[in-house]
């Protein structure tokens, strides 16, 4: 390799090096204004057993949508009615620990839970329900556990 080639690689090397070092510097700057954001399904209910029976269609539809299966948002008596498999239940059992159900007061414990765990500085509700007003009560329910709304 003569003189000129060995320039060319030292260029390029330096090139490289200055860019890592450039996007590292970046990163260091960005990360001092980062703002960590959870995202989880909630579903609130007057009742434990009216969550759950909200909850059945959310957890069906989940689950056909991972089976690249989704239709329309389902039921709770087409829920319940759902012949579900043993492999389903074990499924369906992974999709509901993955979201916060249940009265206000559990579901405030499970988002504040989240948010220590993942050191967020803000959560992001997500309810879907087949019934409009049950999701609009939810989030009633759950903004009224933490002090928000009128």
């Known amino acids: 390799m003569n003189f000129f080639e060995h320039q060319e690689k030292a260029r390029k090397a330096t090139a490289w090096l200055a860019l890592v070092y450039a996007l590292f510097v970046a990163a260091i700057v960005l990360c001092v ?5 959870v995202a989880v399904f909630a579903l609130a209910a007057e009742t434990e057993e009216e969550a759950e029976r909200l909850c059945a269609t959310r957890n069906l539809w989940v689950m056909q949508l991972l089976r690249n299966q989704a239709g329309p948002f389902p039921s709770p008596e087409e829920a319940f009615a759902y012949p579900y498999t043993p492999e389903d239940r074990i499924m369906l059992r992974a999709i509901s620990a993955r979201g916060v159900t249940g009265t206000p007061d559990k579901v405030k414990a499970g988002l504040e839970r989240m948010a220590t765990d993942y050191e967020a500085d803000e959560v992001t509700v997500l309810t879907i329900t087949h019934d409009f007003a049950a999701r609009v009560r939810s989030y009633e329910l759950i903004a009224k556990s933490f ?4």
């Open 33 to 37: 204004h980062l703002v960590v954001s």
């Open 147 to 150: 002090g928000l709304g009128h």
